[in-house]
């Protein structure tokens, strides 16, 4: 079945440390592809996105993922986060492969602490 | 299946039809949204609905009418729509906390309604 996948559900991590999250689908097609985050009491707001071009997009807060295609993945990272990136972190992958339908995964909860 | 459950799957319409989108949640939830998506465009969020009151309308255009008639269902009534408008809409539901106003506790998305205007 089609589906997102990510790999953590929690991760807890100290301030200044490195954060990799990974992120695997498995549509076919053209892909977009999107990290959104949402923080404590507010909306889900777009980190960045992935459409053509240089697999290795930049987002907004020090954010990065890349794009390979060979593995079907479209992992974020930020080398060195802070307290105020405690947040839940959801991929979503938008494919002409399937009807356009936008697929979350399920997010994973992270947690970093001072 | 998150729990939250929207039909129709696909609509296409002419640009003088009137439809209407439905979504309900069986989660017990108290905030519904409205989530537009178009393709290579982030998600835009049209309305926020929490305790059945509407909370928040993010500009959208009048040819969009939601309705919250309870905690349960919304719909999205559609009339005179544009072929921009064409795009797949996501409703979703949380459960809000200490406030009132439904932000941003965990969101469930239903599988979304493409649409096409003609």
């Known amino acids: 079945a089609q589906s997102v996948s990510q790999h953590n559900h929690h991760v807890i991590l100290s301030e200044a440390a490195s954060l990799e999250l990974g992120c695997n689908y498995s549509y076919g097609g053209t892909v977009n592809l999107f990290w959104y985050v949402q923080y404590p009491g507010q909306h889900l707001q777009l980190l960045l996105k992935?459409?053509?071009?240089?697999?290795l997009v930049k987002g907004i807060k020090g954010f990065e993922a890349e794009f390979i295609k060979s593995k079907f993945s479209f992992n974020l990272r930020k080398p060195s986060v802070q307290w105020s990136d405690t947040a839940e972190y959801f991929c979503a992958v938008f494919s002409t492969d399937s009807w356009g339908k936008l697929q979350f995964g399920a997010g994973t909860q992270v947690v970093v602490t001072p | 299946e998150t729990g939250v459950t929207q039909t129709p799957r696909h609509l296409v319409m002419g640009m003088t039809n009137k439809k209407s989108l439905k979504c309900e949640q069986h989660?017990?939830?108290?905030?519904m949204y409205w989530y537009k998506q178009s393709a290579k465009k982030p998600l835009e969020l049209m309305f926020v609905?929490?305790?059945?009151?509407?909370?928040e309308n993010n500009s959208v255009p009048s040819r969009f009418s939601p309705e919250c008639p309870n905690s349960s269902h919304l719909f999205l009534h559609l009339h005179t729509l544009q072929p921009e408008d064409s795009a797949l809409y996501l409703c979703a539901s949380s459960q809000s906390g200490t406030s009132s106003r439904g932000r941003g506790e965990k969101l469930f998305f239903g599988s979304g309604t493409q649409l096409s205007v003609l």
């Open positions: 609905y929490s305790l059945e009151e509407r909370v």
């Open positions: 992935y459409f053509s071009g240089d697999p």
């Open positions: 989660l017990g939830h108290n905030a």
